[in-house]
């Protein structure tokens, strides 16, 4: 007996080896197969068909439209990111949205609703509300009808919609109305933050046949949040915004506000936009040979000032380069110097900050990904490492 079982130790000590060889090459082959610009653009592409799936309108049929923001902008609102091993996020921010009203008599009433602006295909009656009900059903027809065309995810990992976020920024719409000169406000009922999710396993086997519609909705795990503040998440978003204003002349400054949610089966996440400036004055794209917003280059290269133009391009070029690379600084320093005191995370969670660049730039990214494990934040916090250890354990990833 002995005999047998050290036979069979030695054959396993014999495998074990050549097992471990496999698992680590299939693992490093799907590394450096892994195409960070492919993935990039299936997230844009969910991105547009997402800003779409929940465009809206006013209830009102007489209603004119003066100017609604984070329900009907479209892609601008959505936001996707891709993080390895859980998978893609994609959030739908809404903010603040103004509708105005009018009706020729006090007897008409306005109605403060809104409603989706296309049709799904998944219900005969195509004035569908938002509500909660509604957002859950649309995140999942989205699920099923687009997400199994994302590549390159591992079938353990997740594709998941979230509408809404926590942010101190977001509020009700406001719809004012007007009836025989009278000015009436109202305030739509302020929906939770909701998500969905589902794993690519789930996505792969409903598009092979191997379960049915019914069967995969019941895959899809929903869930709504009511507003609960988190204060911590607050205090670290207002950190963002405070560092993020108070820049040089020639920066990349915040754009806009900063929003944050917490997820239960991840962490929390901080989403911003970022734009060059100098001098209080905005630049936006930034091409090979253009500058727009900056300098307006002849349409003849042999002008007399073409060399002049080429040489303010060069400089202009380099000061956005350099004041990108302060900004990659300067996240990482904020997420080591201050995320220590997000205690909503837990160790073995994450706190991701999306930067998105606003404009187009040469040789720079449209969004960058700064991701850490508190584990890291919380070894700083006992001096187990030190503050340029935990430094590059950030993760920055460039789209």
């Keep these: 007996m002995e005999i047998k079982q050290g036979k069979t130790m030695k054959r396993i000590q014999q495998i074990l080896p050549a097992l471990l060889i496999i698992l680590l090459t299939s693992s490093l ?12 653009r299936d997230i844009k592409i969910m991105e547009n068909i997402l800003g779409e799936m929940f465009k809206t309108y006013s209830g009102n049929t007489s209603s004119e439209r003066v100017f609604i923001s984070g329900l009907s902008d479209g892609s601008r609102n959505v936001r996707g990111t891709y993080l390895p091993g859980y998978g893609i996020i994609f959030n739908v ?23 989706y ?55 009700p719409a406001l719809v004012y109305t007007s009836s025989n000169g009278k000015i009436d406000r109202k305030e739509t009922e302020k929906l939770p933050v909701i998500s969905g999710s589902v794993t690519k396993k789930d996505l792969d086997d409903y598009r092979s046949g191997k379960i049915n519609e019914s069967a995969f909705a019941s895959k899809v795990k929903t869930a709504s949040t009511k507003d609960k503040e988190y204060l911590d998440l607050k205090v670290m978003g207002n950190i ?54 900056a300098y307006i280059r002849s349409s003849s290269r042999d002008a007399p000032d073409a060399k002049e133009q080429d040489e303010k391009e060069a400089e202009f070029l380099a000061s956005v380069n350099e004041a990108y690379s302060l900004l990659k600084r300067n996240i990482k320093e904020y997420l080591v110097d201050y995320g220590r005191t997000v205690n909503s995370v837990k160790p073995d969670q994450y706190i991701l900050t999306t930067v998105n660049v606003r404009g187009r730039y040469k040789d720079i990214p449209e969004r960058i990904d700064f991701q850490l494990k508190k584990a890291v934040l919380d070894q700083l916090d006992k001096g187990s490492i030190s503050r340029e250890e935990a430094l590059k354990q950030v993760v920055v990833t460039e789209y």
Aim: charge should be negative.
């Design 29 to 40: 082959g799907w590394a450096q197969n892994f195409d960070a610009n492919r993935m990039n």
């Design 93 to 115: 921010q809404t903010g603040s949205s103004f509708v105005y009203t009018s009706s020729s008599s006090d007897n008409e009433s306005s109605s403060n609703s809104f409603y």
């Design 117 to 171: 602006s296309y049709s799904t295909g998944s219900s005969s009656d195509d004035d569908v509300k938002v509500d909660e009900e509604s957002v859950k059903d649309r995140i999942t027809e989205f699920l099923k009808d687009y997400a199994s065309t994302i590549g390159q995810l591992k079938p353990t990992e997740n594709v998941m919609v979230i509408y809404g976020s926590n942010s101190r920024h977001s509020f």
């Design 240 to 293: 963002f915004e405070t560092a993020l204003k108070e820049q040089d002349a020639e920066s990349f400054r915040l754009s806009g506000n900063v929003n944050y949610l917490m997820l239960d089966n991840f962490g929390a996440i901080f989403n911003l936009d970022a734009s060059y400036r100098t001098n209080n004055r905005l630049f936006g794209n930034v091409t090979g040979i253009t500058v727009t917003g």
